[in-house]
């Protein structure tokens, strides 16, 4: 299930050797808030993980998978109604055909995710 322009767009995005920085804003409308939870919406942990992983396809141009995470801490509650734009860093080693990465979001100087894991290009 793609969440690229359904509960998220790029605002904008910027690239270096090593790693990349995407600004995104939520859409709050999207039907996932209905249920998580009504009147108090939660952008659920596995849709911020999906959110990491289409960046970084988009970013190579490349589908990926999943393989190990070595760590991952969701550090604040991301409410779509007060943070519309997330920073989503990413830093990354290519080594053979897999990809290892450091994510850190952010929203304004608030810390919502820690991510420390490997894909494997597909």
Excluded: W
């Excluded at 969440?3 to 790029?10: A, T």
């Amino acid at each position: 299930m793609k969440l690229l322009n359904d509960l998220f767009e790029i605002m904008e995005s910027s690239a270096h050797e090593s790693d990349f920085i995407t600004t995104i804003k939520l859409f709050p409308g999207h039907i996932v808030y209905a249920g998580h939870f009504p009147g108090h919406p939660i952008t659920p942990g596995v849709m911020q993980l999906q959110i990491v992983h289409e960046l970084i396809e988009t970013h190579f141009g490349k589908a990926i998978k999943l393989i190990a995470v070595d760590d991952c801490k969701f550090l604040k509650i991301v409410n779509p109604e007060q943070e519309k734009e997330l920073r989503i860093a990413v830093k990354f080693t290519v080594t053979d055909s897999l990809l290892h990465v450091r994510v850190v979001g952010k929203h304004d100087a608030d810390m919502f995710l820690k991510l420390r894991g490997t894909y494997q290009f597909i």
